[in-house]
């Protein structure tokens, strides 16, 4: 069957059965939820957030039979949620197939080894996805059909063996020669549980050597006189004697098995555990005798009462005194007063109800409650009773206890704060407001409410510098610039470390929201300013369409308020979580897809090069070409290197596709090289993360031998921004490279990290000055910028320079002027295709006049 031809659910089609299959999605991320749901449109699939989650739908629904999980999940993550599903019997069924990021081998391999039958890369491509969801579905119609055969066969015989609420042993005597020793034919899990011994431990060592040595001579006997014909069956009392040493007591029926085989003597035992009545019949035989000494160790009173409204007592023990600070003849009869007096007044009428209730079903009585002490006081107590009833049913009078719980409740309100509180702070906690806003959503949405969040994960910074302390305290000081604004309808939460969430009720307008949060950054700014900390402010309005799901609402806030963090428009933004937001992640997540399906392909794909002639200022004509990416998305069209390459370093993608950029353009160069009168080089911009990857400069080195490029024709560009990162490493590796023979030049200098005075150090041949810089001299006079002492402390050094950016006549010729080296831009050509930049170089190779014109024409 195609999966074209799938109906919109896939079911297990049997002449009695139908099963319904249906696939669970586990992922932290809404976005990879919504799109692998789009991807298998046309089965029954459902979305969980995490483990836990997961685990919850799982039961709800036994329908599902296929999940696709993903690791890295909050509270509990995909190897946890696979341990759990191996643990439980329950789950046998459920086939998993993970989805793993690149370069997660390990955790795949885990994942296989925990239970996962399989396991599918991110970004997930639609045919593959749905191709592996195929196989797996008609394994389990394979499985299930195969089951419902199984299982209509001996049906009768297992409902009876093995569910009875009995133990049963089936035992054979082959022939006289055996003597007493029998053949243990099959006991079912009962019996196996009863005797803590499974069937083949029962068969190997015999019934004799785990029966208690007291009740063996009296078995042996009767089984003895049943095998001789002089009884028809036997019962008794007797003791297993379970593997860890304990005892259990058993009811133990022996009678002959009458089956048509050649057996001389076949016999079933039927047992079932007494061991609770022989413990009762020990405490009673001790209740008389431990009863007064059981009393006067009580953490509370024993009573016996009439069934009425004041709860007349007619025997009260001695604990009554230290419980309640009353004589217990003070409560006989009400002499002095009721019990009922004793009682909290909010509770009189829970009690007199639930014993009510519990008499009419004749159950027992446990119920909590407080009490007031003579002394005024408050206690918690604990009351276990039950109704004592004469022969017509009625109620005759009432016996318990009742103990002091003061100091379990104690604990029990210490670890609930602890539970609903961040203990730094004080604050209630992001499962508090969970609980909170899930508890709200029960009501009409009458008034607005949002959550509005401040994100301080900078101050780790601080940790680093100042330490942990010093951390917290700036962290309580900020608490304590915020906790003078929460009222009624504004509530402070800790959500998680570093991070508060204000829960704002009854607001009129989304200005008086915007005008709090405005508020807010007022407050914190002093503070902030100081440590030269971020802050991100994030909103999100609730309505009908987000309040049901408390995480998601939360996973929303935190994006707006990381989104808040990137922006630089003024040191603290506001931003909302809106439309335009979600379509942002949503093309973020498509452009991740993108990139997935280059790094994953054999073919570049959707990537291609361009590249712009750099024209050298000495001899007027073309040295060589940048190499620049550029991606054109299946769905996207045309993505700005803007917005994939920080994206592809985020995800660690610019590894393979950083990989393929670079055969592209020393492919370009070996094109260039057939133009044999023309030295020309070409520059490759290299990240930071492919960078600081493990033997770059072996996997880069032996790169070039297998393309057959000297290293000397290549330039890699480094921003210059990486130095901040780690210099002394980053330095060393660029070291490294140019001793291989690589040209490396800082790309964008002026606007990063290094300075004029370090560029000594700094392991490179070139530097490349900034657009800025160049955009400078049409704006000011340019003798007061910076770029000629630029230039001149770089020459000095031994640098070569490249100016970038270069659209105007009167740039170049200042340029040339202050002895810039080299040049690229606008003004000598926008970046070419493969084709153009070719014919660029073929005409410059006929072509001895100055290269100008040519430019022009291109």
């Known amino acids: 069957m195609h999966l074209e031809d799938e109906p919109a659910h896939v079911c297990f089609m049997e002449s009695k059965n139908v099963m319904t299959i249906k696939i669970l999605v586990v992922d932290d991320s809404a976005v990879d939820r919504l799109l692998i749901q789009q991807m298998l449109g046309e089965y029954q699939v459902e979305t969980a957030c995490d483990g836990l989650d997961a685990i919850t739908k799982i039961e709800a629904d036994p329908a599902i039979c296929l999940v696709l999980l993903d690791i890295n999940m909050p509270k509990m993550d995909g190897f946890q949620f696979l341990m759990l599903l191996k643990s439980d019997e329950r ?49 389990l119609r394979m499985q299930e059909a195969y089951e419902q055969k199984l299982q209509e066969q001996g049906l009768t015989f297992d409902v009876i063996f093995h569910q009875a609420p009995i133990g049963i042993a089936i035992s054979q005597r082959r022939d006289a020669s055996q003597g007493e020793n029998d053949v243990l034919v099959d006991v079912n899990p ?73 057996n001389l003597f076949t016999h079933i035992c039927l047992v079932q555990d007494i061991t609770w009545r022989k413990e009762i019949e020990a405490r009673l035989l001790e209740s008389e005798r431990s009863k007064s000494v059981l009393l006067s160790h009580l953490p509370g009173l024993a009573y016996r009462c009439k069934y009425d409204r004041d709860w007349t007592m007619l025997y009260v023990s001695s604990g009554c005194y230290p419980l309640t600070g009353y004589q217990p003849e003070s409560l006989i009869q009400n002499k002095d007063l009721s019990y009922n007096d004793i009682i909290s007044p909010e509770y009189r009428k829970l009690l007199w109800n639930q014993w009510k209730q519990i008499l009419s079903e004749k159950i027992p009585f446990r119920q909590e409650y407080e009490i007031m002490t003579a002394d005024g006081n408050r206690k918690w107590v604990l009351e276990i009773g039950e109704g ?64 509005i969040s401040i994100n301080l994960s900078s101050v780790q910074s601080l940790a680093t510098t100042y330490g942990f302390h010093y951390t917290q305290e700036f962290i309580r000081n900020v608490v304590d610039v915020l906790l003078p604004h929460c009222n009624g309808l504004r509530q402070l939460f800790n959500t998680y470390e570093n991070r508060f969430v204000f ?125 620049l990416a550029r991606m054109r998305g299946e769905k996207l069209g045309l993505i700005s290197p803007l917005e994939f390459i920080p994206i592809a370093e985020k995800t660690k993608l610019i590894i393979p596709v950083g990989k393929k950029i670079f055969i592209q353009a020393t492919r370009f160069y070996r094109k260039l090289a057939a133009f044999n009168n023309i030295t020309l080089n070409i520059s490759i911009n290299i990240s930071v993360i492919q960078l600081l990857k493990n033997d770059f400069c072996r996997l880069i080195q032996n790169l070039m031998e297998e393309i057959q490029v000297r290293p000397e024709a290549i330039c890699l560009e480094i921003t210059e921004s990486v130095f901040a990162s780690d210099y002394e490493e980053i330095n060393s590796i660029l070291g490294q490279l140019k001793k291989i023979g690589f040209h490396i030049a800082i790309d964008d200098f002026g606007t990063g990290y290094s300075s004029l005075s370090r560029e000594r150090e700094l392991n490179v041949n070139c530097l490349k000055i900034d657009k800025e810089f160049i955009d400078s001299l049409m704006r000011m006079d340019p ?30 010729q200042y340029l040339y002027r202050c002895g810039c080296d080299k040049v690229q831009g606008y003004l000598i050509s926008r970046p070419l295709d493969e084709a153009a930049a070719l014919n660029l170089v073929q005409k410059q190779a006929v072509d001895f006049n100055p290269i100008e014109e040519q430019l022009r024409s291109v």
């Open 503 to 627: 829960y704002v009720k009854d607001y009129k307008t989304k200005a008086e929201l915007i005008r709090f949060c405005e508020l807010i950054i007022h407050l914190l700014e002093p503070l902030l300013s100081s440590e030269r900390i971020n802050c991100g402010i994030g909103v999100v309005e609730i309505d009908s369409t987000n309040q049901w799901d408390a995480n998601q609402l939360l996973k929303n806030l935190l994006i707006a308020s990381e989104r808040s963090l990137e922006l630089r428009d003024r040191d603290l933004e506001i931003c909302f979580y809106d439309a335009d937001m979600e379509k942002h992640l949503i093309r973020e997540a498509e452009v991740k897809h993108e990139l997935g399906r280059i790094a994953s392909e054999e073919n570049d794909g959707g990537l291609f090069l361009q590249y712009q002639p750099i024209l050298n200022l000495k001899t007027n004509r073309i040295c060589g070409f940048e190499a």
């Open 783 to 812: 003798e007061l910028t910076f770029v000629s002492d630029i230039v001149s402390m770089a020459h000095k050094v031994g640098h070569d320079v490249i100016a970038e950016g270069v659209e105007h006549e009167e740039q170049l």
């Open 91 to 139: 789950y046998r069924k459920i086939r998993t197939i993970i989805l793993s990021n690149y370069q997660e081998l390990d955790n795949e391999i885990k994942g296989l080894k925990l239970g996962a039958v399989d396991y599918l890369r991110k970004p997930v491509q639609i045919d593959l996805l749905r191709a592996r969801v195929a196989i797996y579905i008609e394994l």
């Open 388 to 451: 004592i009833y004469n022969e017509k049913g009625e109620v005759e009078a009432l016996e318990g206890i009742v103990i002091d719980i003061s100091d379990r409740k104690q604990i029990e309100n210490s670890l609930r704060y602890n539970n609903e509180h961040d203990p730094w702070t004080g604050l209630y906690n992001r499962s508090f407001l969970e609980n909170l806003l899930a508890k709200d959503t029960e009501e009409p949405l009458k008034i607005k409410r949002a959550v």
């Open 190 to 262: 009962l019996y196996e549980k009863i005797t803590g011994r499974t069937k083949e431990e029962q068969a190997r060592i015999g019934w004799e050597n785990f029966t208690h040595p007291d009740d063996l001579e009296q078995d042996r006997e009767n089984l003895k006189k049943l095998r001789a014909g002089e009884i028809r069956s036997y019962a008794m009392d007797k003791r297993y004697l379970k593997p860890d040493g304990s005892i259990v007591w058993v009811y133990m029926v022996v009678a002959p098995l009458t089956i048509n085989t050649k």
